[in-house]
């Protein structure tokens, strides 16, 4: 293998309504808007960046709905809770928990359905 630097690693996630994608970033979990257009936008925050491409059609999301998630780590999980929870009438969520790996976390089902595991280390005392 060649030496090189893998910089940073930004999953592309279809989605059925740009702007309804976007408000749930930005307004739920704080993201900043980045690039934007009708078809491709970013949503950054800290290091992470997420990329949003509309999908062609209804098929796409079909494959798609309920099998993408990924792992968002955070600092100050238990700050950022309670500003989630507001949202709970909005979005399928799992209450704050602490995991037996040693991690503490909630999760979210996004507006196209990809659960979103939010989660921090458990500091030992």
């Given amino acids: 293998m060649p030496p090189y630097e893998a910089k940073t690693l930004s999953p592309i996630l279809p989605v059925a ?3 309804r994608s976007i408000r749930f970033y930005t307004e739920v979990l704080g993201f900043a808007p980045g ?3 009708d078809t491709y936008s970013i949503v950054t925050r800290g290091g992470a960046s997420l990329h949003l491409t509309l999908a062609a059609d209804d ?4 494959r798609t709905r309920g099998h993408m998630s990924f792992y968002l780590e955070v600092a100050g999980i238990d700050s950022l809770w309670p500003h989630v ?3 709970k009438d909005s979005y399928k969520t799992r209450d704050l928990f602490d995991r037996d790996y ?3 976390e909630f999760h ?5 359905d990809c659960l979103i595991f939010v ?3 458990i500091q030992k005392e």
């Fill in 102 to 104: 040693g991690m503490r």
């Fill in 17 to 19: 309504d740009m702007q």
């Fill in 35 to 37: 690039l934007q257009s």
């Fill in 85 to 87: 929870s507001q949202f």
């Fill in 108 to 112: 979210i089902l996004d507006p196209d």
């Fill in 119 to 121: 989660g921090e280390e």
């Fill in 59 to 62: 098929s796409v999301l079909e």
